[in-house]
């Protein structure tokens, strides 16, 4: 069965770090564009990073753009997420994602596969 696994969520402090994971389990994930999404209550889903299979290409939305890191390491091309000077509206579940597509995308239907999420929660 394919996954993607994330780990590293917590409740921290508002201006505290977090360093959230993804790692693929059942196949590999080495030639596609890898995401991470997340989810307030009552909101929707929304994007938050994308990297390209290379490493070479980051994304991020604006509400986390020099806060927050997208990166992709060892042979197994675990996903990382770190996440600087946290904020009480960074609050929500954030999931992995992982499309075959080469240029990241923004919105969820162009992902394939995903994790089952993790949470995070920033004290004021």
């Known amino acids: 069965q394919v996954q993607l696994v994330e780990f590293g969520g917590g409740l921290v402090q508002a201006g505290g770090s977090l360093r959230l994971s993804c790692a693929p389990s059942?196949?590999?994930?080495?030639?596609?564009?890898m995401g991470w999404f997340r989810q307030a209550p009552g909101k929707e889903r929304e994007f938050v990073s994308a990297?390209?299979?290379?490493?070479?290409?980051?994304y991020y939305a604006d509400s986390v753009k020099g806060r927050f890191t997208i990166s992709r390491e060892g042979a197994e091309n675990t996903v990382y997420l770190q996440m600087n000077t946290l904020k009480p509206e960074d609050t929500a579940v954030y999931y992995c994602?992982?499309?075959?597509?080469?240029?990241?995308?923004?919105?969820?239907?162009?992902?394939?596969?995903w994790g089952q999420g993790t949470q995070v929660t920033i004290s004021a």
């Open positions: 994602a992982a499309t075959p597509n080469i240029v990241p995308g923004l919105e969820e239907y162009e992902y394939d596969y």
């Open positions: 059942g196949r590999t994930f080495s030639s596609y564009t």
């Open positions: 990297i390209s299979w290379s490493g070479g290409d980051t």
